[in-house]
């Protein structure tokens, strides 16, 4: 029976490559010589990473975060895999940092969500919750393409990766 993985996860390497050049940008402008803006990779255990971004101003923290977008999309990793929500927290002084959870791994209520768009369109696919995956599962590999360009469609807010089709 044919069935794929439908996943949520960043290429990391990617990740680290543009906080990295991000950080080689923030050394070498002008506009940030002689403050404390940077931008760090955590990994602080338990499958969390997240993002430090660290400056002297509200406008500072922008700008920081405006270069680490544009390096993320030259570097192909989807922004949509960054969590701006939090807001940024008062450190000593003038200084601001601002966590950056990046998300990995499809939550409860997101596969519920998925389950229902495709029980909804009425397609002979079934779907499976396995942990931070959803597996979909069809007699027709025709029924998985459509249930694929489904998910894409109403989970747009989402990159969606979509692993181990198999026949």
């Not at 002689?34 to 990473?49: I, L, N, T, Y």
């Not at 500072?60 to 990793?77: H, I, Y």
């Not at 990995?104 to 495709?118: E, L, P, S």
């Not at 009425?122 to 029924?143: F, H, M, N, W």
Request: net charge positive; no cysteine; aromatic share 6%.
């Amino acid at each position: 029976m044919p069935s794929f993985d439908t996943v949520l996860e960043p290429d990391l390497v990617e990740v680290r490559n543009a906080v990295d050049q991000a950080m080689r940008e923030i050394g070498t402008r002008f506009d940030f010589k002689g403050s404390s803006a940077k931008v760090e990779f955590a990994d602080p255990g338990g499958g969390k990473r997240e993002l430090l971004l660290w400056a002297d101003s509200e406008f500072q923290l922008g700008q920081v975060k405006d270069l680490l977008l544009a390096r993320m999309a030259k570097r192909g990793v989807d922004v949509r895999f960054l969590d701006f929500a939090a807001k940024p927290q008062k450190m000593g002084g003038d200084r601001l940092r601002q966590q950056v959870p990046v998300v990995a791994g499809i939550d409860a209520a997101t596969a519920k969500r998925i389950q229902t768009a495709v029980k909804a369109s009425k397609l002979k696919v079934q779907v499976a919750i396995q942990g931070e995956t959803v597996r979909l599962s069809g007699a027709k590999r025709d029924d998985l393409q459509a249930a694929i360009a489904l998910l894409r469609k109403e989970i747009a807010e989402l990159p969606l990766g979509f692993q181990n089709f198999r026949d």
